[in-house]
């Protein structure tokens, strides 16, 4: 029987403060898993705009995850991101910790994917501390530079997994890195027209207190088009390579919510990862979209032997509803069917 992974959820609390542009949601999403049993999640999402900056910015926002599972299994996730006056700035904070199972299916495209064993994957649990600083400002209109620090510690708690993997010893990884943006979207939440690209390179050493050397560059290029009213393209092309000694647990991934829907994230591991994806919206009903999304990708150990032939491809259909009409904030129903597996997902916010 091929994997799905059902959530379903229930709108416990909202509360809108409109006269101040504030807005305030909790949802409880009681879940099952196969790799933690029965599940709790809470997600939490509180939008504001400062008075200090102008009515046209982008509001703030501040996500709250919390999970608990059967299995006393647990995540705690908070992010940040803070918007400046005129969007001349931009701030990201983002801590979590995470102790949940997972599945390694092997590193590149040589693996086995299917519900045959040991298609489902060796299970291993991976305790992390994760923090991630980024910070930009506006050089021209629309285009920023930053910087970002990226800091994780990571224990390996048990594993099935067979033979020795870069970072199976867990250990602690720190980077710092700088990146170069383009964005003349019309909204960060649900762009309908405009560009977003950025180019980042990261630089993890001992230097910064890390207990491995590697790099990490990525390219995320996206253009969105409005051909009728209510009616919207999205493209993405995604890009990234690491050189060193990177850790399976942060080498590029396919799958998941965000990137080839339909396969388990992490399925398709390696050190490069390149993928296209595009998606068709149409909304409805004020609140409501219907969307069609399909997507292709591979992974590969250097990012110049990348070829069509180890290309994965996936498709489907989701249902998204705005809980904020203003800013477009919306909790999505995808889909995601491919050659080998399914997936049902609900997630607060869009791909992409």
């Known amino acids: 029987m091929k994997k799905i992974i059902l959530i379903i959820s229930s709108v416990f609390l909202s509360n809108a403060a409109y006269c101040t542009d504030d807005f305030f949601i909790i949802v409880p999403a009681p879940a ?4 933690t049993g029965f599940a709790l999640f809470v997600e939490g999402v509180y939008k504001y705009r400062p008075e200090s900056v102008s009515p046209g910015a982008n509001p703030s926002m501040l996500q709250l995850h919390l999970a608990y599972t059967q299995m006393d299994q647990s995540e705690a996730y908070l ?7 005129n969007n001349s700035s931009f701030l990201k904070a983002v801590l979590q910790y995470k102790k949940f199972p997972d599945r390694f299916f092997g ?3 040589n693996v086995i994917i299917t519900d045959d064993s040991p298609g489902q994957g060796y299970l291993y649990t991976l305790e992390t501390f994760h923090c991630l600083v980024e910070a930009h400002m506006e050089l021209v209109s629309h285009l920023s530079a930053g910087a970002r620090w990226h800091g994780q510690k990571s224990s390996l708690l048990s594993s099935a997994i067979h033979g020795a993997l870069p970072g199976s010893e867990g250990g602690f990884d720190s980077g710092l890195g700088a990146l170069l943006k383009w964005d003349d979207r019309d909204s960060v939440y649900f762009p309908v027209s405009g560009t977003y690209a950025v180019v980042s390179i ?3 050493s001992r230097i910064f207190g890390a207990e491995r050397d590697f790099l990490k560059w990525e390219l995320d290029a996206r253009k969105y088009f409005e051909f009728f009213k209510n009616h919207s393209v999205s493209l993405q092309a995604l ?3 690491e050189a060193g000694d990177a850790p399976f647990y942060l080498m590029n991934t ?7 829907r339909g396969y388990y994230k992490g399925a398709l591991r390696d050190k490069s990862m390149a993928a296209i994806q595009a998606e068709y919206k149409w909304v409805f009903l004020e609140r409501f979209v219907i969307c069609a999304h399909a997507g292709i990708g591979a992974v590969e150990d250097e990012f110049l032997r990348l070829s069509t032939r180890y290309l994965r491809a996936s498709f489907g259909l989701g249902l998204r509803f705005f809980i904020d009409e203003k800013d477009r904030i919306t909790f999505r129903l995808d889909t995601g069917f491919t050659g080998d597996d399914t997936g049902l997902y609900l997630v607060a916010g869009e791909a992409f």
């Open 32 to 35: 099952y898993m196969p790799e």
């Open 107 to 109: 590193i590149g495209n």
């Open 254 to 260: 396919l799958g998941g919510d965000k990137l080839l």
């Open 79 to 85: 992010e940040f991101n803070g918007y400046g006056a």
């Open 202 to 204: 990261m630089f993890f």
């Open 239 to 241: 890009a990234s390579a």
